[in-house]
T-cell receptor
Framework: GAVVSQHPSRVICKSGTSVKIECRSLDFQATTMFWYRQFPKQSLMLMATSNEGSKATYEQGVEKDKFLINHASLTLSTLTVTSAHPEDSSFYIC???????????FGQGTRLTVV | AQTVTQSQPEMSVQEAETVTLSCTYDTSESDYYLFWYKQPPSRQMILVIRQEAYKQQNATENRFSVNFQKAAKSFSLKISDSQLGDAAMYFCAFTGNQFYFGTGTSLTVIP
């Protein structure tokens, strides 16, 4: 099956700093990538949808200036958490798909801890 | 906006028995797909089964099958001959333009 690689798997950063998470589709071209946040024992909350070459579409309540998403190529999307605070600590997951209404393939997730 | 609802936060099943997980959704779109994903403790999301909304026939994948009732907007997952490795969080998902997940059902398999 298609492989999505997410890096890093774990990151600890100091409050006030920024951290970048990468999501790569290794063996297919991802026209659309999704970014999710997951709290312990809860569902995946969609943060934003990004299409290659265009601006990301953010879900209501998600601060676009805080969670910067870039989908520069058909194989790479990045999520940058700017000026991170402890409340941003969470598990972030990306997914990618090749076309509309097809299944999405998921990265391994990134556990972010802000201290 | 699309919503996906799973009304069973937790379910348990005896090994080798059958269990059904429920899911309902709401959408104004006519062309969409539905999925069930499994998330084991590793937190890696694994696709279990997919259903195209335009297909009337229920999808089947080995021990996993769905009961898709489009008019009722219901999409349940049946797991037959449950195995210990089936224990995980199960998420129902909807995709049209975006990709939304239900609240999840934690499945325990009792030996």
């Amino acid at each position: 099956g298609a492989v999505v690689s997410q890096h890093p798997s774990r990151v600890i950063c100091k409050s006030g700093t920024s951290v970048k998470i990468e999501c790569r589709s290794l063996d297919f071209q991802a026209t659309t990538m999704f970014w999710y946040r997951q709290f312990p024992k809860q569902s995946l909350m969609l943060m934003a949808t990004s299409n290659e070459g265009s601006k990301a579409t953010y879900e209501q309540g998600v601060e676009k200036d805080k969670f910067l998403i870039n989908h520069a190529s058909l194989t790479l999307s990045t999520l940058t958490v700017t000026s991170a605070h402890p409340e941003d600590s969470s598990f972030y997951i990306c997914s990618a798909r090749t076309g509309k209404r097809t299944e999405a393939f998921f990265g391994q997730g990134t556990r972010l801890t802000v201290v | 906006a699309q919503t996906v609802t799973q009304s069973q936060p937790e379910m348990s099943v005896q090994e080798a028995e059958t269990v059904t997980l429920s899911c309902t959704y709401d959408t104004s779109e006519s062309d969409y797909y539905l999925f069930w994903y499994k998330q084991p403790p590793s937190r890696q999301m694994i696709l279990v089964i997919r259903q195209e909304a335009y297909k009337q026939q229920n999808a089947t994948e080995n021990r996993f099958s769905v009961n898709f009732q489009k008019a009722a907007k219901s999409f349940s997952l049946k797991i037959s001959d449950s195995q210990l490795g089936d224990a995980a969080m199960y998420f129902c998902a909807f995709t049209g333009n975006q990709f939304y997940f239900g609240t999840g059902t934690s499945l325990t398999v009792i030996p």
